[in-house]
């Protein structure tokens, strides 16, 4: 069974697709939708976090705990560690303080760190599909310290030791603290004297014992600090897939309805703001509890570029329930 639904007169914006199992099965449909332009508190895709992407305007993202905020310094390929189809978020301040390596005999060794090991704790609070949305990376090892022209050579975009395979999230390196602008490298600019302000690097210092960080007015300091100094911050980096995100809204007051019925439709507001929480594709996975809906898909059936008030068509499949959600800004 395949139909269409159509709703609205001028800027409808999205429609939203939940799954509930206890509800029939809907074996196929397609949904037509319009598109709302930019200066808008919903907008499609990911676009809008591209705006003044590694500037000190750079868009503020909420995602995993509703506590933390995340800096855009990369995307679509410019800026910090982004390819063509991911965009970078760096924690806006430290969310954790430690010692590099709090083991003796100390190095700086990314690989088996305490600084590995708090970057995979603060990774842990991401929700099973907020971690589906990242494109986890290698971290390459084999990088000597600073300063090193033999074997192995020192490489400001490596780490000592061995690779780290599957990293959700990760420390920069020297290459890439560079890369950043410089006013977003501050993790606290009411306090950049304290060393709580200061953050570690994932790149070797000019010793064994010491590991490259960021000062806290900003400064890439390569020569490092000692590696088993604890309080120093810990302010993890990591990918975003950016055909995982369906939406974009703004972080207070983005998205609203009524109840089902004429009334459901609510007009969308403007938005100048730069702070932003995501709408993310399911991954179509079941829970440990069974709940899920492996089977269910949907995909956009038109191609192209789509611009305000022109249709989306969206086809999907198999959905237990299938709730619309629609925007409207009335002429």
Request: glycine share 12%; charged share 15%; hydrophobic share 35%.
């Amino acid at each position: 069974m395949r139909g269409r639904i159509k709703k609205g007169i001028a800027l409808v914006l999205s429609a939203v697709l939940s799954v509930a199992t206890c509800v029939t099965t809907i074996p196929g449909l397609s949904a037509t939708v319009y598109a709302a332009g930019t200066g808008k508190n919903i907008r499609l895709g990911a676009a809008a976090l591209s705006d003044n992407a590694n500037t000190s305007s750079a868009a503020t993202v909420h995602y995993g705990s509703s506590s933390d905020t995340w800096r855009v310094i990369g995307y679509g390929g410019n800026g910090v560690a982004s390819s063509s189809g991911t965009l970078t978020l760096i924690a806006s301040g430290n969310m954790e303080h430690g010692a590099f390596d709090s083991s003796a005999p100390f190095s700086n060794n990314y690989s088996g760190s305490n600084l590995q090991s708090m970057i995979g704790t603060l990774a842990g609070r991401l929700s099973t599909e907020e971690a589906a949305a990242v494109v986890t990376r290698t971290l390459e090892g084999g990088s000597g310290n600073l300063g090193t022209t033999g074997t192995p050579p020192y490489n400001d975009n490596k780490i000592s030791g061995s690779d780290v395979s599957d990293a959700v999230m990760w420390p920069l390196s020297v290459a890439e603290a560079n890369d950043m602008y410089v006013d977003l490298r501050e993790a606290d600019p009411a306090n950049p004297t304290w060393a709580s302000s200061y953050w570690w690097l994932r790149s070797p210092g000019v010793t064994v014992g010491s590991a490259a960080c960021v000062f806290g007015a900003g400064g890439v300091h390569d020569s490092g600090l000692t590696v088993h100094v604890d309080g120093y911050g810990v302010r993890p980096a990591f990918n975003l897939k950016l055909q995982s995100i369906i939406f974009t809204s703004a972080a207070t007051g983005g998205k609203s309805s009524g109840n089902p019925g004429a009334d459901a439709l609510r007009e969308v507001a403007d938005y100048s703001g730069s702070e932003w929480k995501l709408t993310l594709l399911d991954d179509g996975s079941a829970n440990a509890a069974g709940n899920g809906h492996a089977d269910f898909s949907a995909t956009r059936t038109d191609l192209g570029t789509v611009t305000a008030g022109n249709a989306i068509t969206v086809s999907y499949e198999n959905a237990r329930q299938v709730q619309m959600s629609m925007f409207q800004r009335y002429l």
